[in-house]
């Protein structure tokens, strides 16, 4: 079965500082895999998606940047953060005209 | 006007009521229609997925679509405590982009 994995679960990073969160899936082959943020009460921001290695397209300019180094492998980054890069952000697969698959999310706070 | 609008509630009702949750849309293009479960600091799990027009049921669980009101709907029967959540609207055009509501949350009273 599919399963994916999503680390760490809560993160709490000065401002200024850099991020890497990590999203390994299993199981599955060639996945579409996302990443989103999700602030407190809101909907769900779609951040980065890739069709596969090494193809990422950004939807929201910002400070974060994504990399898709293995098949299974999404890591979303920042150099520096910003005080709004405080969030819950969710790591997502899926195949074509299927659902998604979401991992258990990072809560990140900046400080 | 957003794509997809969906009420954020909160929706509060007593256990063992029937729950209508809805989302309404202006992209007439969308084949694909779903609907998440979240819990509080949790990710959203798929709980229904239903392709074109027509009615999907699960254990207490009934998906509706209407294409022709692009209106899409959820119900939920003999409503548990353990069904209080956040319920989010998406869909797709069939490719790999789902366009989301913002979420309705809904709280089930013992």
């Known amino acids: 079965s599919q399963t994916i994995h999503q680390w760490p679960a809560t993160l709490v990073q000065p401002v200024g500082s850099p991020l890497s969160l990590e999203c390994t899936v299993e199981?599955?082959?060639?996945?579409?895999l996302y990443w989103y943020r999700q602030a407190a009460g809101r909907g769900l921001q779609l951040l980065f998606y890739?069709?596969?290695?090494?193809?990422i397209s950004s939807e929201v300019p910002q400070n974060l940047s994504a990399s898709r180094p293995q098949d299974r492998q999404f890591i979303l980054s920042s150099k520096k953060l910003l005080l709004s890069d405080s969030g819950f952000y969710l790591c997502?697969?899926?195949?074509?005209?299927?659902?998604?698959?979401f991992g258990s999310g990072t809560r990140l706070t900046v400080v | 006007q957003k794509e997809v609008e969906q009420d954020p509630g909160p929706l509060s009702v007593p256990e063992g009521a029937i729950v209508s949750l809805n989302c309404t849309y202006s992209?007439?293009?969308?084949?694909?229609f779903m609907w998440y479960r979240q819990y509080s600091r949790k990710g959203p799990e798929l709980l229904m997925y239903t392709y074109s027009s027509g009615n999907k049921e699960d254990g207490r669980f009934t998906a509706q679509v209407d294409k022709s009101s692009k209106y899409i709907s959820l119900f939920i029967r003999d409503s548990q405590p353990s069904d209080s959540a956040t319920y989010l609207c998406?869909?797709?055009?069939?490719?790999?982009?789902?366009?989301w509501g913002a979420g309705t949350k809904l709280i089930i009273k013992p």
């Open positions: 199981g599955t082959s060639n996945p579409n």
């Open positions: 997502a697969w899926s195949v074509l005209q299927g659902g998604y698959t």
């Open positions: 890739s069709v596969g290695i090494g193809q």
């Open positions: 992209n007439s293009a969308f084949q694909y």
């Open positions: 998406a869909m797709s055009e069939g490719n790999y982009q789902l366009i």
